[in-house]
């Protein structure tokens, strides 16, 4: 094929694949228009790395204290408690602590514990009456019904510390 200069060539052009939408919208759309981005302050970055790693940025983080308290447990709330679990009257083996530190809310006790936990004072000795899930990992404990006795001996609360200039 031979072209001639005079003679004006028309090409129709058919893409072999398709743009995609994000990149190139006007090939999808005729009354596309862009969005200006706005640009976050730095301190909102800041903010957000401290929420979701606060460990990682301990330097712009707001320090925190805790105190012991005779207030009633709250969630969020650190105790130390004694514990003693029986099923049929009977201790089972890992069910027994003493000093044992909890931070409520935590999740780290069979599902209810800790919610009967709210409301007790440091001193206080109390029955907590449980069923183990269907799903607990020691095979000998799945589904069985349990009492702990428990005793309160410290609760502490969190407060923002002094940060010194």
Same mark, same amino acid.
């Given at each position: 094929?031979?072209?001639?200069?005079?003679? +004006?060539?028309?090409?129709?052009? /058919?893409? *072999?694949?398709?743009? =995609?939408?994000?990149?190139?919208?006007?090939?999808?759309?005729?009354?596309?228009?862009?969005?200006?981005?706005?640009? @976050?302050?730095?301190?909102?970055?800041?903010?957000?790395?401290?929420?979701?790693?606060?460990?990682?940025?301990?330097?712009? !983080?707001? =320090?925190?204290?805790?105190?012991?308290?005779?207030? =009633? *447990?709250?969630?969020?709330?650190?105790?130390? *408690?004694?514990?003693?679990?029986?099923?049929?009257?009977?201790?089972?083996?890992? #069910?027994? !602590?003493?000093?044992?530190?909890?931070?409520?809310? /935590? #999740?780290?006790?069979? =599902?209810?514990?800790?919610?009967?936990? *709210? #409301?007790?004072?440091? #001193?206080?000795?109390?029955?907590?009456?449980?069923?183990? +899930?269907?799903?607990?990992?020691?095979?000998?404990?799945?589904?069985?019904? !349990?009492?702990?006795?428990?005793?309160?001996?410290?609760?502490? @609360?969190? @407060?923002?510390?002094?940060? /010194? !200039?």
């Amino acid at each position: 094929m031979s072209l001639n200069p005079e003679t +004006p060539v028309t090409l129709e052009l /058919s893409p *072999i694949f398709k743009y =995609p939408s994000w990149k190139y919208p006007s090939v999808y759309s005729h009354d596309y228009t862009p969005k200006k981005m706005e640009q @976050v302050p730095d301190s909102t970055h800041r903010m957000m790395k401290e929420y979701h790693h606060p460990h990682m940025y301990q330097r712009n !983080a707001q =320090p925190i204290d805790w105190v012991e308290s005779n207030e =009633p *447990i709250q969630s969020d709330n650190r105790i130390v *408690i004694d514990f003693e679990g029986f099923i049929d009257s009977v201790p089972f083996e890992g #069910g027994k !602590a003493e000093s044992f530190p909890l931070q409520i809310g /935590s #999740g780290r006790m069979i =599902p209810g514990f800790e919610d009967c936990l *709210i #409301g007790k004072k440091v #001193g206080e000795s109390f029955d907590i009456n449980l069923r183990f +899930p269907a799903d607990y990992h020691a095979e000998n404990l799945k589904n069985k019904s !349990a009492v702990f006795h428990v005793k309160v001996n410290k609760v502490e @609360v969190k @407060v923002l510390a002094e940060r /010194s !200039a």
